[in-house]
């Protein structure tokens, strides 16, 4: 019963490079959400996917670019990664108008 | 757009003691609201969710209440027990559009 699974769990990144944060989820669902956590703030969504083959920005997608390379899995691309960026990343996904599920994160420092 | 808040940032109780924690919207036509506990270094986890055409939504041993007219909705623990201890986060959303997230409470529980 994995839900939704985020890979890597931590990633230590230099200014300028690049990395993809991977996600999956094994409950069918449609709708797919990358947000990021960062202190004092509420999660704020970067990209969404509302179903497979369609992918959306949300309040932050600068920095940001996104795959959904099918129903289950939609990654995050930093191509050039600046410290600003440092936070958690969390993946979720819901299906309808239902709650959504989170993933446990990817904790991402970039010096 | 939506904007979600919270009254306190961080609350203490005794074990054994009922907390209440609180979360204000700005958006008259958002329509479905969900809590979520958020353990250190997890991600999210559903707790109860309300839609709103209803006032009062009961699980175990949680209860969520919500006032349109104030545009206030509160989570309500009875009997806190160490295990309560976390960060608590409203989420909100109009018309099946994405939810916008509070900052969060620490809730701590103490012996």
């Known amino acids: 019963n994995a839900g939704v699974t985020q890979t890597p769990k931590f990633q230590v990144l230099k200014t300028g490079q690049s990395m993809t944060l991977q996600c999956a989820q094994d409950?069918?669902?449609?709708?797919m959400y990358w947000y990021r956590q960062d202190p004092g703030m509420g999660l704020r969504l970067i990209y969404y996917?509302?179903?497979?083959?369609?992918?959306d920005k949300g309040e932050v997608p600068n920095g940001y670019n996104v795959s959904r390379l099918n129903k289950r899995e939609f990654s995050l691309r930093l191509e050039s990664a600046a410290p600003s960026q440092t936070s958690v990343y969390f993946c979720?996904?819901?299906?309808?108008?239902?709650?959504?599920?989170f993933g446990d994160g990817t904790r991402l420092s970039i010096l | 757009g939506e904007s979600v808040g919270l009254h306190l940032p961080t609350l203490s109780v005794q074990e054994g003691d009922n907390s209440i924690i609180n979360c204000a919207y700005s958006?008259?036509?958002?329509?479905?609201f969900i809590w979520y506990k958020q353990e250190s270094g997890k991600g999210p986890q559903f707790i109860i969710d309300?839609?709103?055409?209803?006032d009062k939504r009961q699980g175990q041993r949680v209860t969520v209440l919500l006032n349109k007219t104030v545009k206030h909705l509160s989570l309500q623990i009875a009997a806190t027990q160490p295990g309560d201890s976390a960060v608590y986060f409203c989420?909100?959303?109009?018309?099946?559009?994405?939810?916008?997230f509070g900052p969060g409470t620490r809730l701590s529980v103490l012996p």
């Open positions: 979720a996904s819901k299906t309808g108008n239902q709650p959504q599920h």
């Open positions: 409950m069918n669902h449609n709708s």
């Open positions: 996917s509302a179903s497979e083959g369609t992918t």
């Open positions: 958006n008259s036509a958002s329509d479905y």
């Open positions: 309300i839609r709103s055409n209803m």
């Open positions: 989420a909100v959303s109009y018309a099946r559009q994405n939810f916008v």
